[in-house]
């Protein structure tokens, strides 16, 4: 059974620093690996969709890498804002589990202004 | 917005009421799910639909029943719940048949159950 671990499971910065969030995962056959945002009471939104043959995407000031091999991914924010806080979701598609995406319980960012 | 549209956003109900959550999406995906998010744990996925047939039933108890009556729409239907049922659920879609494409996400359905 997949399971995805996210650490830490919150984290505090002031503004501007760069944001490195964690994500592993036990077993490396992967479909894809996507990272989301939820704002509190909110759902999910995604950010980043990493195919199992990239080593990682970009958009904006967000880059997520993927190392299959290791069962890592990381998701940099670069010069964060007060607008970033909220808690950042990863979610693992493993080729033995169909239809069924493995989330890790989160990171919650708190960005001090 | 996302283009999936769920409501209520906020329903209250007791352990022998009946209700329905809603969902739609405008996204022209042909995959529809149901997840559902408790307090500090991982989401769980709940039941997958694919072209409108359920392909997913991921061992959940019968008093959660999931319709699909088009692949814009997908319900689930609530009754005789429990006060754990309290919980976050969401519903997304995907444009591909087999789950593994990016997934979109409504804002969710909070459900209390006293």
């Known amino acids: 059974k997949q399971e995805v671990t996210q650490i830490p499971a919150a984290l505090s910065v002031p503004e501007g620093e760069n944001l490195v969030l964690n994500c592993s995962f036990t077993d490396s056959a992967i479909y894809n690996l996507q990272w989301f945002r939820q704002d509190p009471g909110k759902g999910l939104t995604s950010l980043l969709l990493?195919?199992?043959?990239?080593r990682e995407q970009t958009s904006g000031r967000l880059n997520a890498s993927l190392d299959k091999s290791s069962g890592r991914s990381t998701l940099y924010i670069a010069a964060s804002q007060p607008g970033d806080s909220a808690t950042y979701l990863c979610?693992?598609?493993?080729?033995?589990?169909?239809?069924?995406?493995?989330f890790g319980a989160g990171t919650t960012v708190t960005v001090r202004a | 917005e996302t283009g999936v549209t769920q409501t209520p956003r906020h329903l209250v109900m007791g352990m022998t009421n009946k209700k329905s959550l809603k969902c739609e999406q405008h996204?022209?995906?042909?995959?529809m799910y149901w997840y559902k998010q408790s307090a500090k744990k991982p989401l769980e996925l709940m039941f997958v639909?694919?072209?409108?047939?359920?392909?997913e039933n991921n061992s959940v108890p019968s008093r959660f029943s999931p319709e699909c009556p088009n692949s814009s729409h997908l319900f689930l239907h609530l009754h005789t719940l429990q006060p754990e049922d309290s919980a976050l659920y969401l519903c997304?879609?995907?444009?591909?048949?087999?789950?593994?494409?990016?997934?979109?996400f409504g804002e969710g359905s909070r459900l209390t159950v006293l």
């Open positions: 996204l022209g995906h042909n995959a």
């Open positions: 639909y694919s072209l409108e047939e359920r392909v």
């Open positions: 979610a693992v598609l493993g080729v033995s589990n169909d239809y069924k995406l493995s």
């Open positions: 997304a879609s995907s444009q591909d048949q087999a789950g593994t494409g990016e997934l979109f």
């Open positions: 990493i195919q199992s043959s990239q």
